[in-house]
């Protein structure tokens, strides 16, 4: 499963993020996710409770905040939801639309514990 790949690339950007914070370890991480992203929600979970056994993430959690497909019309200009096997205007019916949203996988915030912060004098 591809996912397990997905989760080992994520986690290196939490570490690198948690030990440029100088912090203790991780908390809940925020990822959002298109249904056109290519990754299976499910997998993604099962995937992370496996990858987050190293330093910091141990005991880290994932949180996913599923994004909506967006598409932008050439013809009529109208911006709209669409579903994955139906990318068309919903205004005009045209197919000739780009995709605004949907095919994300974004870290979107990291909850860090035992920040160590120095106060500036």
Known sequence: MHEL???EALLAQVRATANAN???GVGRVTVRLGPLSGVEPELLTQ???IAR???LTTEASLHIEPQPIRIHCRDCG???EATANRL???ACGSFRVNLISGDELL???VELHGVNRHPID
Request: net charge positive; charged share 15%.
């Open 22 to 24: 100088q912090a203790g």
């Open 107 to 109: 870290l979107a915030r």
């Open 5 to 7: 790949s997905v989760c």
């Open 88 to 90: 068309l205007c919903r």
């Open 47 to 49: 995937a992370f409770s």
């Open 78 to 80: 109208n911006e709209n």
């Open 53 to 55: 056994n190293g330093p």
